[in-house]
Nanobody
C-alpha cells in the first residue's frame, strides 16, 4: 500500500506565497509522474502542474510563471512553490503520483487527501 501525505496549505493574502509538499510512503519501487491538482467549490478537479522522474515539467496556463513544481526522488517527495497568489487560486490541492510497487514497472495512480489553500483579497 502507498500513502501520499500533503502539507503546507493555509490562508494567505493575495500576492503572498505558499509551499506545498507531498511525501509518498509505503510499498514503493519507483515513481514516474507526480502531479498537483486542485478543485474549487463547484468546479471540476484540474491539473495544476506535473513533473516526471527525469525532471520535465508542465503547468496549467493559469499558473505559469507563478508556480514551480519540483521533486526529490530520494525522498519520494514533490513540492509546489506558489507565488503571487490570487483569490482564484483558492481550492483544495491534491497530490497525485504514479507508483510501481514491485519488480515489474506496473504503475498505479495514488491520491493524497488534499490540503486547503485560501487566498484572501
Amino acid at each position: 500500500q502507498v500513502q501520499l501525505m500533503e502539507s503546507g496549505g493555509g490562508l494567505v493574502r493575495a500576492g503572498g506565497s505558499l509551499r506545498l509538499s507531498c511525501a509518498a510512503s509505503g510499498s514503493i519501487s519507483r515513481i514516474n509522474a507526480m502531479r498537483w491538482y486542485r478543485q474549487a467549490p463547484g468546479n471540476e478537479r484540474e491539473l495544476v502542474a506535473g513533473i516526471i522522474s527525469g525532471g520535465s515539467t508542465n503547468y496549467a496556463d493559469s499558473v505559469k510563471g507563478r508556480f514551480t513544481i519540483s521533486r526529490d526522488n530520494a525522498e519520494n517527495t514533490v513540492y509546489l512553490q506558489m507565488t503571487s497568489l490570487k483569490p482564484e487560486d483558492t481550492a483544495v490541492y491534491y497530490c497525485n503520483a504514479g507508483v510501481s510497487s514491485g519488480p515489474v514497472a506496473q504503475y498505479r495512480a495514488y491520491w493524497g487527501q488534499g490540503t486547503q489553500v485560501t487566498v484572501s483579497s
